[in-house]
């Protein structure tokens, strides 16, 4: 890991680490299908407001007493600044196998954790920080601590180890609901879509209401694809969802640029 910092900081590239292991041996991202074990769950707490920069410790300390709140327990995670913002790793310890009747339920119960904490920090901290609520997802990616971050040119730092989160998973699972495919078709009600809406990501909010100028078109097109997968909309609907969107990017997204997107976020 050290030669990796190393050749990232020489060569000014970012570096990110797969946070949960898989089987997968290349050297591209692994997808729900390669991912064997739960090792870490992460929050990222990002800033939106550069004026309430100072505030990042009052933050990430709130974020960890809801979860605890949430949860009924006593975390310490390891606290890991960004660059940009900060990131809250929740190692579980021992590791959680991934098997068939788990694999669709963490990824739904992660989601439904990080909404309730966007929930709570955006209108605590009126608008200037929020929880990213995509990254729910098992072959989550974080930017490997040492690296540069290109878009501040600070580098990630882990500020505090923690300690290991022990029964993390099974307290998530037994508090989140059962997942649940929530397809949304064309006949269905204004009101039903409404509610499915207000579950997903600002991101995906702003891609399918308004599309989101270059750069960033690419990018979110998979954050919307990841928030529909994590609100339960299939495959189908979520196309559909996505290239509405592509049309009212600027430049507007062809489909077939979407696909990519939209496939590696639903891929299993």
Not at 29 to 54: P, Q
Not at 157 to 177: C, H, M, N, Q, Y
Not at 185 to 207: C, M, P, Q, Y
Request: net charge neutral; charged share 20%; aromatic share 8%.
């Amino acid at each position: 890991m050290t030669t990796v910092i190393r050749k990232a900081r020489e060569g000014n590239w970012s570096a990110y680490l797969q946070l949960n292991p898989s089987s997968y041996k290349l050297r591209f991202r692994a997808s729900t299908h390669d991912i064997t074990h739960v090792s870490l769950f992460l929050v990222d707490l990002d800033l939106m407001d550069s004026t309430a920069h100072e505030q990042w410790n009052d933050w990430g300390k709130r974020v960890i007493w809801l979860v605890n709140s949430i949860l009924g327990a006593e975390y310490d995670p390891a606290w890991i600044h960004s660059g940009r913002g900060l990131q809250l790793w929740y190692r579980q310890e021992p590791l959680i196998p991934v098997t068939p009747s788990n694999v669709k339920q963490i990824p739904w119960a992660t989601s439904a954790l990080l909404r309730k904490l966007n929930e709570h920090i955006e209108a605590e901290s009126n608008g200037a920080w929020c929880v990213d609520t995509s990254c729910s997802d098992l072959p989550r990616l974080a930017r490997m601590p040492g690296s540069i971050n290109q878009k501040t040119g600070e580098p990630a730092v882990i500020l505090w180890e923690g300690k290991p989160s022990i029964d993390f998973t099974e307290r998530l699972l037994a508090w989140a609901p059962p997942f649940k495919e929530q397809p949304v078709h064309d006949g269905e009600t204004h009101s039903n879509w409404i509610k499915v809406f207000h579950r997903l990501s600002g991101l995906a909010k702003d891609f399918i209401s308004e599309g989101v100028p270059a750069p960033g078109r690419h990018k979110g097109a998979y954050g919307t694809a990841a928030s529909l997968r994590d609100a339960g909309i299939n495959l189908e609907m979520a196309r559909l969802l996505l290239q509405r969107g592509a049309l009212k990017c600027s430049p507007p997204l062809n489909p077939e640029e979407i696909e990519k997107p939209l496939t590696n976020a639903y891929r299993v």
